[in-house]
């Protein structure tokens, strides 16, 4: 039983470089989200889905893309990545739109 | 503006002294608070859910409880293995028919041998 898995686990690019992560859920949830988490920022909500078909900005949309491509996946794209997105990004999701989630094991970027 | 402010950031227990963790919120039309254990490196997990005042979740050593302005989690005879950051979030509404989710920043605690 997977839950929630994210690849890669680990990313270095170059500013200007772009990249997708991938996110992929077994548990049959409706809504899927993707966070960054910073030192003393807590979790930022990026973008969300509140179900297939459907995608919705978060706190800190600016920089980012997504793709609801089914039910089971949702992938963030960083068209042209710069060092503030540094960061450590999580994918979670959850049965009804913003109750319990589970998240993913989380995505280390880094950006030079 | 909803906010969700966690206390203390910090906290170092010995084994077995009981503490508590504090989460005030200030939102109105709380529609859930949640508690998540994240260890290093890990993404956040689950613990409990809170929908009402008065309301108390247990499992293990862990027992949150919440009130109209704050949630506590209380942490009896601790052990090493839990030390790790906990975080609270509350769902709150926001208006046409839609529900945010604001997280907190955290608790750090460590739990000395």
């Known amino acids: 039983n997977a839950g929630v898995t994210q690849t890669p686990k680990f990313q270095v690019l170059k500013t200007g470089q772009s990249m997708t992560l991938q996110c992929a859920q077994d548990?049959?949830?409706?809504?899927m989200y993707w966070y960054r988490q910073d030192p003393g920022m807590g979790l930022r909500l990026i973008y969300y889905?509140?179900?297939?078909?459907?995608?919705d900005k978060g706190e800190v949309p600016n920089g980012y893309n997504v793709s609801r491509l089914n039910k089971r996946e949702f992938s963030l794209r960083l068209e042209s990545a710069a060092p503030s997105q540094t960061s450590v990004y999580f994918c979670?999701?959850?049965?009804?739109?913003?109750?319990?989630?589970?998240f993913g094991q989380g995505t280390r970027l880094t950006v030079v | 503006e909803d906010q969700v402010t966690q206390s203390p950031e910090a906290l170092r227990l010995q084994e077995g002294e009981s503490s508590s963790l504090n989460c005030s919120y200030t939102?109105?039309?709380?529609?859930?608070l949640f508690w998540y254990r994240q260890d290093p490196g890990k993404g956040p997990e689950f613990l409990f859910t809170?929908?009402?005042a008065g309301e108390e979740k247990e499992k293990e050593r862990l027992k949150a409880t919440l009130t109209k302005k704050e949630s506590f989690l209380h942490i009896t005879a601790p052990k090493p293995e839990d030390s790790a950051t906990y975080l609270c979030?509350?769902?709150?509404?926001?208006?046409?028919?839609?529900?945010?989710?604001?997280f907190g920043k955290g608790t750090k605690l460590s739990v000395i041998p």
């Open positions: 979670a999701s959850s049965d009804v739109l913003n109750t319990e989630a589970f």
């Open positions: 548990m049959n949830h409706n809504s």
């Open positions: 889905s509140a179900s297939e078909g459907t995608t």
């Open positions: 939102v109105s039309g709380l529609r859930g």
């Open positions: 809170l929908y009402s």
């Open positions: 979030a509350v769902r709150a509404y926001s208006g046409a028919g839609s529900y945010q989710l604001t």
